[in-house]
């Protein structure tokens, strides 16, 4: 019934393969053989979430156990929506296009915290009650991870239990768990107290928070006897035998990032000030040559892709990079494969992988200074100086590129006039560098873009005591960086829609307060935040008003360091003591060591029960 419902809608609306599944190695099983079935949603369109690796990852590994199926759900785009409650059609998982109110976990991973109304809008199609105290034992149960649960806090109403790290075992243990107690009738209370035992689960409910009076946290206490005082993430400790998927669904459409993935690393030696990645996902761990080879022959044979991308935070940091690319280039050539580095450091950029990453297609290459003066990349711990990102510039344009993208920030802590206007310098002397060089093409122009962002504080860093700076500061930042350009045709600027960075600072920061001015603004009709064509600021702000919430409370303060932060009893193995020590150094303008010269005491090594790397 409700497949003849959707295929009649589909004419009518845009991409409407998105919606009806059978995709080439999608997992189509039996119910009634099934013993948990889980619905994973990604709250935000199926062109984005099928770009996603950690779905890949968790939907194969579920489905590889017999007694489990996993399905995928996607946030459909507003013209879908609109026919689907048009003609009552509740939220579907696309294997089955079952109504994912059937199942008995509904989990989201959460990426961007622009998504969370669209979390509650995906519930709310699924014609669940959007707040936890809501759903009744018959309900399935909610569940959410991904980066953005270091701070859970303002969508803890919403959200049964929250998965904290890595997920590859939790989350087996979890079904594993709720498989046992569904055959015994254990109730929802009973399986919450049950799971919050596991190490990695956090059940916002059985924990109270209270307030000062200056509206900081005062403490955040266990209401349960199963519920710990500190929550510790999950780790994966060991990548070659961890799991990995030897295909993936291949959607019918184009999607943002059409290509097979392997990951080849977790974790980043780096210690960017900025990066809330590079610190939660610690310790550094990385696949074997032979694993990474292993897998991307598999992927490529089972999906058919004629790219392969290698994934992870800086993969031009594996430690056998060089003898990992030989190789697969052997393999790549021959297929006519390309291959990807998304995520190469510019002090790692060397003849031989711009070789490498060339030898079947040429793609675009971005290099990410961040900062446009040395004096403001020491403030961030960057690590690499200007003669190291001109020699990289000189290396592409010697392999024939006529264009770099570089990546910066605006509003980085301390930053000032004379850091903006270094950017500006940065690309003219890139510029100037291209038409010097006698191997450039000639009667080839360069084209230099760059792309700003706002930085936004995030926890976990040692800038999350820092402000973010206010609409005004950003524009003033914005005028001074046009105004600094001198070679327009060959320099292209473009930067984010600062009014998205004050929210997700907002929300970043946040603490469960901030559960009611979600709830509002979704109701008020926000959704797809992150879109620019539908994030609606306005509305917001107006939320925030009514609700007497404070924006520069939230985002625009500088937190001092013995303030009880609204995510400190949940523990990432990356000491708070670290953050200070390191927000103390950004102030002093000096530079950490990166973690394979030196450990810097950041606290994870005990979470790997030794040193991370074998030099300390």
Known sequence: MLREQIEKLLPLVKSPSRYIGGEFNSVVKDKSKVDVRFAFCFPDSYDVGMSHLGMKILYSLKNKRENFWCERVFAPWPDFEELMR?????????????????????????????????????????????????????????????????????????????????????????????????????????????????????????????????????????????????????????????????????????????????EVLRGCIRGCRFCQAGFIYRPFREKSSDTICRQTKSLCETTGYEEISLSSLSTSDLSDIDETLRRLSEYTEEEKVNLSLPSMRIDRFSKELLEQIQKVRKSGLTFAPEAGTQRLRDVINKNITEDEIMRACKLAFDGGYTGVKLYFMLGLPTETDDDIRGIAELAEKITDLYYQNPNRQRGKHIQISISCATFVPKPFTPFEFEPQASIDEIKHKQKVLLDSIRSRKRINVSWHNYRVSILEAVLAKGDRRLCDAVYEAWKAGCKFDGWDEFYNYDAWMEVFERLGTDLDFYAHRMRSYDEISPWQHLDYYVSKDFFIRENKLAHEEKTTFNCREKCSGCGVSKAVGGACFGKN
């Open 86 to 262: 048009k003609n009552n059609i509740p939220l579907y998982a696309l294997e089955s296009l079952d109504p994912v109110k059937e199942f008995d976990f509904i989990g989201f991973t959460i990426q961007y915290e622009l998504c969370y109304t669209n979390i509650l809008n995906m519930l709310d199609l699924a014609q669940l009650p959007v707040k936890a105290k809501d759903r009744t034992d018959d309900m399935p149960i909610v569940v959410a991870g991904g980066p953005c649960v270091c701070n859970p806090e303002p969508l803890a109403d919403f959200i049964d239990l929250f998965i904290i790290g890595e997920g590859e075992e939790v989350n087996l243990e979890l079904m594993d768990l709720y498989a046992e107690m569904k055959k015994k009738g254990c109730s929802k209370r009973e399986f919450l107290e049950a799971a919050a035992e596991i190490e990695g689960i956090y059940v916002p409910s059985f924990y109270d928070v209270s307030y000062n009076l200056d509206g900081t946290v005062n403490a955040v206490v266990p209401n349960n006897s199963h519920a710990a005082k500190t929550v510790k993430k999950r780790i994966i400790k060991d990548m070659d035998s961890v799991y990995y998927p030897e295909s993936f669904v291949v959607p019918y459409c184009e999607i943002v990032h059409d290509r097979a993935v392997v």
